[in-house]
């Protein structure tokens, strides 16, 4: 990216790999043009916790990384809901919102729990990983 690029190639907080020197410059927003995204833990009864995703209005962005923990349980994606039972969103999906947005952590019984893990096959070789529980034996849609 350049200084003069209007286009975030990394959302705030984001974890990479650093294989080289790296510049990196802001990219600002106009507040009118922005919605928040607010991504709960989902951990408990009275959970609290959450971390704050801003983005511009009807622009296609990644959600950021899903960052949270519970113990014996694993994440599967992003909830609008929390009456839901199945994930609105993958982890680092793309998204084009035009309102403020929150999202709760999705967790399975990590011991009833698989995986299947989609490969970009690139030279960044970016991944998606989708989880589904072993007691939901229906067929299921990849992303």
Known sequence: MSEDSEQVKYADETSIAIKNDLDLYAVWQSEENTVKIIFWANTSEDDSENVIQYVEKNTSVNLRANSFTKENYTFAGWLTDTEHTNAD???KATVS??????????WMD???TGTVILHSN???DETITLYFSYTDFN???LA
């Not at 919102?97 to 999705?106: G, H, M």
């Open 139 to 141: 067929v299921h849609t």
């Open 110 to 112: 990590a011991s009833k």
């Open 97 to 106: 919102i035009s309102s403020d947005l929150n999202l709760y952590a999705l």
């Open 89 to 91: 969103y993958v982890d």
């Open 122 to 124: 690139t030279e960044e």
